[in-house]
Structures are given as C-alpha cells and as structure tokens.
C-alpha cells in the first residue's frame, strides 16, 4: 500500500550564534564604516555554530495511521513537523506527502492576524484547495465546535490563546485535510476542550485519515495512538508499539534528566538551613523504579541535611 508520509534521509541544519558586536565608541564606528568595503566576506560567517537539528530521519506512514510522536525539548519534533507542513525545507533528503495537509503548529501560525475569525476559515480553505460552496457547508459546524460564535466576525489578533487554538483546530479538524499534524498546541486549552479535540483526532483516525501528533502528554499519547516515534537529538531512537516506546522514553527522562543526586551539598537544591540529597521514587514493596504507573501505589524518598 502507497504510504501517506514518505521521509527519507532527511536532516535539518541550523546556523546559530554568532560573535556579538559588543557596545562600539563613535570613532570605531566610523571607522568601521570606511573599512567595510574592505573586508572579505568570507570572515562575515565567523562565532557561528552549526546545529543538527534532525539527522538522517527515515521514515514512513501509512494512510489511515494515528502516530505519537515525543521527545525531549529540543529532539526535533517540531522541526520534523515543520519540514511536513513545508513551513520549512530539509538541508538533505526528501518528503513526499500523498494527501491535502492540515497543520496545528505552534500557537500564532496559520492565520493572518487582521481577519476576522470568519475570513480565516475561508482563507484556511482555499489554502488547502477547496471551494467556496465545500467550505460553507462546513462553516457551522466549524464555528459550533470552536464554540467561538459570540466572537466570529472579530480579528483574530484580539484573540487569547485558547481561543485561537479552538478555532484553528476546528478548521483543521472540519476541514478534512488527508493528512493532520498538531504539534503540543492543545496544552492551552482548558480540559474540556482537550478531551473534545482528543474524542475529534479519534473520530478522524476512524475515517481513514492520517494524524501526526506531537505531545508531552504520554496518557493521551498512549490512549489515541497505535504507533509512537521518538525522537532524541535529532535521531530516531524508537518506533512502535506505544507502551514499550513511552517507557523507553519515560526512563530516558529520568536517566538524562535534572540531577537527582548531590554527593556536594553545596550544590544540592535548598538554603542555609536545609539541603535536600537525594530524590527517589520506590513502588509499593520498597523497590526503586525509574517509570511510574499511575494506577499503582508509589512512594518518593527525600533524604535531607538540616545544616543549622
């Protein structure tokens, strides 16, 4: 069967820092100004750094498939879903999508901030390549879904947050793109609206769509999704079923996360008076365990210094 997402080799270079200029006096300003002609251009590119933001990702999705994507900050989930959503193109390798794409990208993304709520659904719309008849059937039930009527014919740049997540992912969800990617947007949105748009991705996965969907949120991860992908440093470290890729990922975060020992307590959390040394999560017969089921009994050791 044709996939929906083909990914192969890709990876994604960055360029960042850079020397800073510092504060300069008014005569190395001008005298930088009468040298500038001067220089090479080759120096211009000098204190940059280069970053690898993904790696040599392979990848394939099939049509129909509800796939979790997590990772740390920084592992390359976002860039991935960018270069999806050709906000952004690999340095090396290729995509090919086969379906209309929808993306839910970060908040402030996707709309023209001087049209009102109204107009940006029909703009969505004719983005994706639909007509204007397609769009006006769907448009009630877009704005009933967002539960944003009262505020419809206003600009969307006068709206929170959450309401512009409602509605984007109202368009993105109603609008029936082939292909939906959403990237950790819905953690603005309060916990009804959530648990709405998580019961809509499952009504979509139902019709034979393809969902990508990037979350922090490992029980929605788990409940939604057949497949998890995770990502680390820009690689893919895993890729299956998803209660053996989040308890990789779950014991990565507490293998590679905060310190959770301090043999110094000088560099120990606390102050004059207190140091906490060491932080331990054990389950019910006092064994420790590094990833935690919430359905289960679990105790945390914090063992102390009392220095005064």
């Known amino acids: 069967m044709k996939p929906a997402i083909k990914i192969e080799s890709v990876s994604k270079r960055y360029r960042i820092g850079g020397l800073h200029p510092g504060y300069m006096t008014f005569r190395e300003m001008i005298g930088g100004v009468v040298t500038a002609p001067f220089r090479k251009l080759g120096k211009r590119g000098n204190g940059y750094q280069t970053l690898w933001a993904l790696s040599d990702i392979n990848l394939q999705i099939g049509h129909g498939e509800l796939v979790g994507i997590i990772g740390h900050n920084g592992a390359g989930k976002s860039t991935l879903l960018k270069i999806l959503s050709r906000v952004t193109k690999p340095t090396m390798g290729q995509v090919e999508l086969f379906g209309r794409i929808g993306s839910l990208l970060e908040v402030g993304t996707g709309f023209h901030p001087d049209l009102t709520g109204r107009e940006n659904i029909f703009l969505s719309g004719a983005?994706?390549?639909?007509?204007?008849?397609?769009?006006?059937?769907?448009?009630?039930?877009i704005v009933a879904f967002s539960e944003l009527e009262k505020?419809?014919?206003?600009?969307?740049?006068?709206?929170?947050?959450?309401?512009?997540?409602?509605?984007?992912?109202?368009?993105?969800?109603?609008?029936?793109?082939?292909?939906?990617?959403?990237?950790?947007?819905?953690?603005?949105?309060?916990?009804?609206?959530?648990?709405?748009?998580?019961?809509?991705?499952?009504?979509?996965?139902?019709q034979g769509r393809t969902i990508l969907f990037v979350s922090h949120d490992m029980a929605a991860i788990t409940r939604l999704c057949k497949r998890v992908v995770l990502l680390e440093n820009g690689k893919i470290t895993g890729d299956g079923e998803p209660h053996d890729v989040v308890n990789r990922y779950l014991?990565?975060?507490?293998?590679?996360?905060?310190?959770?020992?301090?043999?110094?307590?000088?560099?120990?959390?606390?102050?004059?008076?207190?140091?906490?040394?060491?932080?331990?999560?054990?389950?019910?017969?006092?064994?420790?365990?590094?990833?935690?089921?919430?359905?289960?009994?679990?105790?945390?050791?914090?063992?102390?210094?009392?220095?005064?």
Request: with cysteine; glycine share 6%; hydrophobic share 40%.
């Open 127 to 141: 983005i994706l390549g639909m007509r204007r008849a397609e769009i006006e059937r769907k448009f009630d039930e």
């Open 151 to 206: 505020f419809i014919e206003t600009s969307v740049k006068w709206y929170s947050s959450g309401m512009y997540v409602r509605l984007a992912f109202s368009v993105a969800a109603h609008l029936e793109p082939e292909i939906l990617m959403m990237d950790e947007v819905l953690a603005v949105g309060d916990a009804a609206f959530q648990q709405k748009c998580l019961d809509k991705m499952h009504d979509i996965r139902q």
């Open 251 to 308: 014991s990565s975060s507490w293998k590679t996360g905060a310190l959770r020992e301090w043999a110094n307590p000088s560099d120990a959390p606390g102050d004059e008076v207190v140091r906490l040394r060491r932080v331990r999560v054990r389950a019910e017969d006092g064994n420790r365990i590094s990833v935690v089921d919430i359905r289960n009994r679990f105790g945390i050791e914090l063992p102390y210094d009392v220095l005064e």
